[in-house]
Nanobody, 124 residues
Framework: QVTLVESGGGLVQAGGSLRLSCAASGAIFSRTVMSWFRQAPGKEREFVTGIGWSGARFDYADSVKGRFTISRDNAKNTVYLQMNSLKTEDTAVYYC?????????????????WGQGTQVTVSS
């Protein structure tokens, strides 16, 4: 069992930055792929970025490449999402998710554990 708690969301102006954190408890954090998804009003939940066990493998959605950076600290059981150059279209609820296995995957169904979400609002 893995419990995930996100923090760090808020209101920011376009062009600004935010850093989200996801603290995990239970199970073996260092053996889980950790990813961030987001869901905007009226839209499907979409993959944003993911990171493998060791932190050496990454995957980013094209919409956030070059602006967002995912990282993890296995000693602290925490994964981070640094978001720079935020755009109004980044506004969404951001969810942290965990999946067993070595490879980063984009499908929502691959993730067994989810956080409660944190709201990110980017104003123009």
């Amino acid at each position: 069992q893995v419990t995930l708690v996100e923090s760090g969301g808020g209101l920011v102006q376009a062009g600004g930055s935010l850093r989200l954190s996801c603290a995990a408890s239970g199970a073996i954090f260092s053996r889980t792929v950790m990813s961030w998804f987001r869901q905007a009003p009226g839209k499907e939940r979409e993959f944003v970025t993911g990171i493998g066990w060791s932190g050496a493998r990454f995957d980013y959605a094209d919409s956030v490449k070059g602006r967002f950076t995912i990282s993890r600290d296995n000693a602290k059981n925490t994964v981070y999402l640094q978001m720079n150059s935020l755009k109004t279209e980044d506004t969404a609820v951001y969810y942290c998710a965990a999946a067993w296995g070595p490879a980063v995957v984009r499908g929502k169904g691959e993730y067994a554990y989810w956080g409660q979400g944190t709201q990110v609002t980017v104003s123009s």
